[in-house]
């Protein structure tokens, strides 16, 4: 009871029936926005809302260590705990992180190749198999076609909704589809793209492409919890 009225609280469910829609089985999602303005935090509640549904999330870091994966998703739940004044924080934690695990890499030794190998080492031994996988920190300054497209068909195999960070930096402007100059030449790849844009003290959440209707523009982060909220 407490997690299905955690979901319907969920101010995610305002960009469709559920975030999962957004991204489907075998397709792509992104959070863009410049460093340091809370893309990370926002895809944990990502995260968060396929949890509460005891669906598997496999977050995969290319920036930080394990430690400070797990700190940030202890903060947002217990963001959220506060918010709809949850007291059973301790046994809702225990009853959804056994559906998280967190993998890292360095960004010079990411491949799909490696990415593939490491789940296929979960998933055989039956200890981890995910429905949702996050890449958080994967530089799209380069080339990224064909490694997207080993991860799309990656994605696909395994019916995984997949998501990524993506940086962009302010003084760049959106290419003629609306969209990052970073998925330009990917942009037929992803299925769902959420901005992040800060303007004075408020971070606005902007929906780019895929949402099922515009309410995530009257949406925004909390500046001290980083939580959405409504603008």
């Not at 992104?30 to 990370?40: F, L, P």
């Not at 303007?199 to 099922?212: D, M, N, P, Q, V």
């Not at 009257?218 to 919890?225: I, S």
Request: aromatic content about 6%; proline content about 5%; overall charge negative.
């Amino acid at each position: 009871m407490l997690k299905n009225d955690l979901i319907l609280r969920n101010p995610l469910r305002l960009m469709g029936p559920e975030n999962r829609t957004l991204v489907p089985e075998g397709g792509f999602g992104a959070v863009v926005a410049r460093a340091g303005v809370g893309k990370t935090a926002l895809i944990v509640q990502v995260a968060f809302n396929t949890l509460l549904q005891q669906q598997n999330v496999l977050h995969v870091s290319l920036n930080d260590p394990v430690g400070k994966v797990n700190l940030w998703y202890q903060e947002v739940l217990t963001g959220l705990a506060h918010q709809y004044h949850v007291r059973q924080i301790r046994e809702l934690w225990e009853s959804i992180q056994m559906h998280r695990f967190i993998m890292t890499f360095k960004v010079e030794g990411f491949s799909v190749p490696k990415l593939e190998e490491r789940v296929a080492d979960l998933t055989e031994q039956e200890i981890f198999n995910p429905h949702m996988v996050i890449i958080d920190g994967l530089p799209f300054d380069g080339e990224m076609r064909a490694p997207l497209e080993g991860l799309k068909a990656f994605s696909e195999k395994h019916r995984l909704h997949l998501w990524f960070t993506i940086t962009t930096h302010s003084d760049e402007t959106l290419g003629p589809d609306g969209l990052p100059v970073q998925l330009e030449d990917v942009s037929d790849l992803f299925d769902a793209v959420i901005q992040l844009q800060p303007e004075g003290k408020t971070t606005h959440i902007r929906c780019l492409k895929g949402c099922l209707n515009d309410t995530a523009d009257t949406q925004c982060l909390d500046p001290t919890t980083m939580l959405i909220q409504a603008s």
